[in-house]
Structure formats: C-alpha cells, structure tokens
T-cell receptor, first 114, second 114 residues
C-alpha cells in the first residue's frame, strides 16, 4: 500500500529564510509524487510533480523538491520565503489500486513572519 | 485553464436531510473525484468516477453516494446527513486516469450539519 507522511503540521519561518517542508512516502514500486498548495479559501493547485525523469524537480513560485529513493523522501524547499508563500502544503502519491488514485498527506501549514 | 466549479461555497443542513453537492468541470476531463478535507487528516478520497455512469469507492465511502449522468458533472449525495459529515468537500478532475496526471480542484464547499 502506498501512503504519505508529512512531518510537522505547522512550520514557521521568517521572511527571506529557507523553507523546508518534509514528506516521506511508502511505496512498493517507484511512485509518482506531487506537492500541492492551498491558499486560504481556495482549492488545491499543483506546485510540482516527480515522474522519474529527474530527481530534482522545479516547480512554480521558486519551489523545488528532491526525490531520494534511499530515504523514501520528497522534501519541498524554497531558498527564500516570501509572505505570499503562507499557505497549506500537501504532499501526495499516486496509487494504482483499481485505477490510479491520488493519496494525500495530512498537510503542513506554513507561516511566514515579517 | 481548466475550471472546476462547485455550486456552493457554504452550506448549512440539518441532521437527517438529504444533501446534494454539485461539481462541474469545463474541459472534457474523463476522471472526477470527491474528497473531504479535515484538519490534521488532509484529503481523503470518498468516490471517484472514470467515465459517465461509472463510479468507484474511495477510502471513506460510507454514508455517501455519487452520480455522474453527464461527463462534466459529478454529484456527491449525503443520503441522511449526520454531524460527523461536517467538513470541507473538494471536487477535482483529471484528463485521464494516468498516474502522473495532476488534479484540478474546485474551491470547495464547507458543509455544516447541525
């Protein structure tokens, strides 16, 4: 069975500081992995996805994530946080059980302090 | 860009009522999904559909049913609403059933059952 664990339900950083949001997955086969972002009062939108083409994946708004098979991790980073990055972030894995389904982690809320 | 529209942003219902949540997508997507979002639990899949009149149970289908009579419309039905169904409901769609496809989300319906 495939699942996703996000470490830390809340992360707080100062504006300009490094953002690191942690995600670990469990999968019996190489997975497809995603990061989605949810801004207040909106649905989720895709930040980036890993599909085995490259281990370092660049997404929108300066975010990137690195797939590390040995650590079963797919952590999300951004070198310099901006106030507009304050949102909830979800790591997700695509699961093939009678059709592909996307399974989400519990989410990490990012706070950015001025 | 793809637009996924959920008919209501906020909904208040009474215990025992039959509730319909409507979702429409405008890009001819094959797959549609209903998730519920609860704090600390992330998104959990209720039902999905990969074609008109086809439906598959997700991880938490109990107490829910769905209807997909037309390709663009996917309805979630709470046959007899209960207080534990108070939640944010998110509809999503994807072009096909490929594992590496991203989901497009609506803005969500916050349902309160009193």
């Amino acid at each position: 069975a495939q699942s996703v664990t996000q470490l830390g339900s809340h992360v707080s950083v100062s504006e300009g500081a490094l953002v690191l949001l942690r995600c670990n997955y469990s999968s019996s086969v190489p997975p497809y992995l995603f990061w989605y972002v949810q801004y207040p009062n909106q649905g989720l939108q895709l930040l980036l996805k890993y599909t085995s083409a490259a281990t370092l994946v660049k997404g929108i708004n300066g975010f990137e994530a690195e797939f590390k098979k040995s650590e079963t991790s797919f952590h999300l980073t951004k070198p310099s946080a901006h106030m507009s990055d304050a949102a909830e972030y979800f790591c997700a894995v695509s699961r093939n059980t009678g059709g592909f389904k996307t399974i989400f982690g519990a989410g990490t809320r990012l706070f950015v302090k001025a | 860009d793809v637009k996924v529209t959920q008919s209501s942003r906020y909904l208040v219902k009474r215990t025992g009522e039959k509730v319909f949540l409507e979702c429409v997508q405008d890009m001819d997507h094959e797959n549609m999904f209903w998730y519920r979002q609860d704090p600390g639990l992330g998104l959990r899949l209720i039902y999905f559909s990969y074609d008109v009149k086809m439906k598959e149970k997700g991880d938490i289908p109990e107490g829910y049913s769905v209807s997909r009579e037309k390709k663009e419309r996917f309805s979630l039905i709470l046959e007899s609403a209960s207080t534990n169904q108070t939640s944010m409901y998110l509809c999503a769609s994807s072009l096909s059933g490929a594992a590496n496809e991203k989901l497009f989300f609506g803005s969500g319906t916050q349902l309160s059952v009193l």
